[in-house]
């Protein structure tokens, strides 16, 4: 199975600050890599698929990255309502599997 | 308008069985692969099963094969997963998932909480 490594596992910044996210494949999985963000309580929400295409209605502020192995995503401009937790999934093999999450905390 | 909904989570006992239910409408229902997903308390997101949209090719996590089987009724709009020989870390929200024509979920049900326990 392929596994997805999430880092760091908490990000905790600003309003208005940079937050980048890495996922990291244990083989080279293409372009092939998807971001969700999911609020408490709250079902996942796809941001990016294939790296880098922003999902129907997914602000500019969101941006993916990276092919292979590494990839980022990336919010440009936090806002308060980014505070969730975010996962990679990667969709090259069966299994599908997830990322272990990052938690995104706003001041 | 995509609604996906789940029903008939609940509680089983350890070796029970439970069959889950997702009512789907606003898109095309045959034409688009279908996903379970679930998350343990506490936990991530963990990827369960998959069928395609005419139901000839399934897939599962190892985690769940031989004991989960995913269906789908292509008249009544409807998927399902039928959870059999349950264990206590079987126990989490199941979602239903909608896959784009690629294999990214783009809407999501609100889950299912299936609790075993003695």
């Known amino acids: 199975d392929i596994v997805l490594t999430q880092s760091p596992a908490t990000l905790s910044l600003s309003p208005g600050e940079r937050a980048t996210l890495s996922c990291r494949a244990s083989?080279?999985?293409?372009?092939?890599l998807a971001w969700y963000q999911q609020r408490p309580g709250q079902a996942p929400r796809l941001l990016i698929y294939?790296?880098?295409n922003r999902a129907t209605g997914i602000p500019a502020r969101f941006s993916g990255r990276g092919s292979g192995t590494d990839f980022t995503l990336t919010i440009s401009s936090l806002e308060p309502e980014d505070s969730a937790t975010y996962y990679c999934?990667?969709?090259?093999?069966?299994?599908?599997?997830f990322g272990q999450g990052t938690k995104v905390e706003i001041k | 308008e995509v609604q996906l909904l789940e029903s008939g989570g609940g509680l089983a006992q350890p070796g029970g069985s439970l069959r889950l239910s997702c009512a789907a409408s606003?898109?095309?229902?045959?034409?688009?692969?279908l996903h379970w997903v679930r998350q343990a308390p506490g936990k991530g997101l963990e990827w369960v099963s998959a069928?395609?949209?005419?139901?000839?090719?399934?897939n599962y996590a190892d985690s769940v094969k031989g004991r989960f089987i995913i269906s789908r009724d292509n008249v009544r709009n409807t998927l399902y997963l039928q959870l059999n020989s349950l264990r206590v870390e079987d126990t989490a929200v199941y979602y239903c998932?909608?896959?784009?024509?690629?294999?990214?979920?783009?809407?999501w049900g609100q889950g299912t909480m299936v609790t075993v326990s003695s």
């Open positions: 069928i395609s949209g005419g139901g000839d090719r399934t």
């Open positions: 999934q990667q969709r090259n093999n069966w299994p599908r599997t």
């Open positions: 083989l080279g999985i293409s372009r092939y």
């Open positions: 606003g898109f095309s229902f045959d034409m688009s692969a």
């Open positions: 294939d790296a880098s």
């Open positions: 998932a909608k896959a784009m024509v690629i294999d990214a979920f783009d809407f």
